[in-house]
């Protein structure tokens, strides 16, 4: 059975940072295609990063120099390492993985088959 159980999440100052895990189950990421997307209240889920299993890794522009992406095969675990949050980080983190490279691009959600439950993040004085 796959499972994608996401942790880390939590309420940071702004400048803070956190890092989120992704463990995975039923599968080994070595062959995945992992990535990170985030949803705030009242907008679309966003790609946030993603993890190739060629060693390819992106980042959304908002996001870029800010956060990494990393995966350890060996654990079947996904991090995403975020320092200098700002409010607007504040969402619902998820954990997606795809087999085969998301041809349209790697945040098209809907390429992804296997999603975490989310880990919300909370940026705030």
């Known amino acids: 059975q796959v499972q994608l159980v996401e942790s880390g999440g939590g309420l940071v100052q702004p400048g803070g940072s956190l890092r989120l895990s992704c463990s995975a189950s039923?599968?080994?990421?070595?062959?995945?295609?992992m990535a990170w997307f985030r949803q705030a209240p009242g907008k679309e889920r966003e790609g946030v990063s993603y993890s190739g299993d060629d060693g390819a890794t992106y980042y959304a522009d908002s996001v870029k120099g800010r956060f990494t992406i990393s995966r350890d095969n060996v654990k079947n675990i996904v991090y995403l390492q975020m320092n200098s949050l700002k409010p607007e980080d504040t969402a619902v983190y998820y954990c997606?993985?795809?087999?085969?490279?998301?041809?349209?691009?790697?945040?098209?959600?809907?390429?992804?088959?296997?999603w975490g439950q989310g880990t919300q993040v909370t940026v705030s004085s």
């Open positions: 039923g599968f080994g990421i070595h062959y995945y295609q």
């Open positions: 997606a993985a795809e087999r085969w490279e998301p041809t349209p691009g790697w945040n098209a959600s809907y390429e992804y088959d296997w």
